[in-house]
């Protein structure tokens, strides 16, 4: 198994334009690439504005759809390991926030459909998910040359149970497409994401869209990389960006080994 892998997060601008976030997605990924990047995370809806009147509208049912064949094509072009980020999937009458991963044959190798979805009633924010989407029920992790990965989209952040669940199951590293917002995102990302770290003992890929204020759900931005001691190793900041740090699994079994909390649990 090796030891280090180099990871990336492209944050890219979502538009109303699915074509134009597919293209600039394909765009950010390839320079992720030429950075050095195996595994490569987008953010939560990376193909469409976050709001519930316009998922429906582009949804995909698996293997069908222009998002599903990019990301596909993507990872084996590219010989990565993909994490698309998620999209709105349709399977019968219903419809899932789901993540799609690709191997570097352009092969699904997980689905991770988001478990706990955004319902909250905030004063300056209601936001009620459950209105278009059921809840995902299986906890997904996919195996890689590099260990383990899990999966967990944004709100799901705040639920530790899932985590420790995806760690009981193997994962080293968690991904986690996202798109926190301007009231939730200041206050609680970067303590949420450093968290799930520091009690799993795990690298946390926090995948962010860019800020846009002419979007309907303005994102924060600020996507992570943290370290299984919690360290912020990269931090993106509101714009388009990539991030990319190599993972030292070595390290994180080091830290495992001498801080072992995860045993005791
Ligand atoms: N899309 C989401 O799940 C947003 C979660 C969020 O903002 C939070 O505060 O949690």
Request: with cysteine; net charge neutral; glycine share 6%.
């Amino acid at each position: 198994m090796a030891s280090k892998v180099c990871a990336a997060i492209c944050q890219l601008r979502v538009t109303a334009d699915k074509k134009a976030n597919l293209a600039r997605a394909g765009e950010l990924i390839r320079l992720a690439r030429d950075q050095g990047a195996e595994l490569v995370v987008l953010s939560e809806m990376f193909v469409c504005p976050y709001a519930n009147h316009l998922f429906p509208l582009y949804a995909e049912s698996f293997p069908a759809g222009e998002a599903l064949s990019f990301l596909s094509s993507v990872a084996r072009e590219e010989r990565i390991y993909l994490v698309g980020g998620s999209l709105p999937e349709k399977e019968g009458d219903y419809l899932y926030n789901t993540s799609f991963v690709f191997d570097p044959e352009g092969k699904l190798i997980a689905r991770y459909r988001k478990i706990h979805l955004f319902d909250v009633d905030l004063p300056h924010l209601r936001y009620r998910e459950s209105e278009v989407f059921q809840p995902g029920k299986e906890v997904v992790v996919f195996p890689t040359p590099w260990g383990k990965v899990g999966l967990a989209i944004c709100f799901d952040l705040r639920f530790p149970s899932l985590f420790r669940e995806m760690v009981r199951r193997g994962a080293k590293i968690i991904a986690v497409p996202a798109a926190y917002n301007l009231i939730t995102g200041p206050a609680h990302w970067e303590l949420l994401v450093r968290s799930r770290a520091l009690d799993n003992q795990a690298y946390l890929l926090g995948a962010a869209p860019a800020r846009d204020y002419s979007a309907p759900y303005v994102a924060f931005g600020h996507s992570l990389i943290v370290s299984p001691w919690a360290e912020v190793l990269a931090r993106a900041g509101a714009g388009e960006e990539v991030l990319t740090v190599t993972l030292d699994l070595d390290y994180l079994e080091r830290v495992r080994r001498e801080l072992p909390v995860l045993i005791k649990d």
